[in-house]
């Protein structure tokens, strides 16, 4: 492992407490139907969730989050990546998906007798539908009920929860929009998946899906994994399918215990790409180009398209506006953010940041009129927000318009 990736994982750790993006987890206790057996999800709502009661959020589903190191990695490059990275990514729901058996639960039923000699004699396999069926049956339906998603869903595993993060995209594919699979075992049962993969290739509907694979070679495990990783990458290399983004990496030097640590912020980055604007509308920072807005509409038109989400998100389109804005363009800011109040006009945070934009460009009654509708869409949400959340906000736009 390189100093360079070493510093980075180290770095990624340490952001966790530098800047808290998530709220304290909640457990919700689910008594399954399909496991015979009460199971407990851990659930992450992003900083800032009760303020915007008008916002919605991608759910990543994090697998083997038993282990809290999974759960404090994916939070840590959720921090860093939407506040100290240059890349800017949207805030998200964390749901941690906990096994009890990972060989069972993540694993088809095996045809060969390898998996016996890789593991022991009279292991339980063959779970992964009965883990599939309580996702889509009791934990998606559920975290749909009780919080404000986009029926975004993302799925990461490691290892062996990589491999059913694969699986679950061929035999449910509704059930995520992206996976992030970091040391998938492909090799399992003298290579199930990937065999499985290949032959129901053309009849797999994949329109609007993305796949993220990381894999290594370092190590026993990631040489075990390798070759089959290898045939992935060379398949969908060669196999494309329209309206399918994958992207399958080789990354040296990384042994099996700190792949997550390289794959998780690269696959995020990876989705990311296709959700937000890319580098060449985002050139326009520096460079004058008067038709900005109407690329920038016509990009994210696209993106909406090929993703089926809705964008920008409004987190997206304020990040957008405040770079305008740091760069001297503060009349392009200003247009993008009284597009962000069109888009988004029950989002309480778009007036502020337009009269912020405003009463910047020294407009002070057009800034007094923007910080008003704000002021009087906090209170027709008074019945969304708790007192306190309430209160923070009134109190904001009333000092906002005092200043003026």
Known sequence: MTLVKLLTAICLLLSLSATAQFKPAETIRIDSKYFHDQRDITVLLPQ???????RTYKVV??????????????MAVGNYLSTFSSTFISPYIIVGIKTKNRQYEFLPENHTQQPYRDYFPKVKLGGADTLLAFLQKEVIPEVNKRFRTNHYNVAIGHSLGATFAIYSLMHAPQLFNAVIAISPNLYYDEEQLLKAWKHRWSTLSLNRKMLYVMYSQEGK????????????????????????????????DTDHGLTPLMGIPRGLMELNRQLVIDETVEGFYAKDDPQFLEKLK?????QSEKTGLRLPTAEDINH???????????????????????????????????????????????????????????????????????NSLKRGFERRLSAL
């Open 48 to 54: 800032g969730y009760e303020s915007a009661p008008g």
């Open 61 to 74: 589903y994090l697998f083997d989050a038993q282990n809290s190191t999974f759960t404090n990695t994916l």
């Open 221 to 252: 495990l990631e040489s075990r994994f390798f070759p089959a990783n290898e045939k992935l990458r060379a398949f969908l290399a060669k196999n494309r399918k329209p309206g399918f983004h994958s992207k399958v990496e080789y990354l040296p």
């Open 298 to 302: 016509q990009f994210y038109a696209q």
């Open 320 to 390: 957008i506006a405040y770079n305008l804005a740091n760069s001297g363009k503060i009349a392009e800011a200003i247009r993008v953010a009284a597009w962000a109040v069109a888009l988004y006009p029950q989002d309480a945070n778009a007036f502020d940041t337009q009269g912020e934009l405003l009463q910047r460009d020294k407009q002070p009654t057009a800034a007094k009129a923007a910080y008003q509708q704000g002021l009087q869409l906090v209170e027709r949400q008074r019945d969304l927000l708790d007192t306190a959340t309430h």
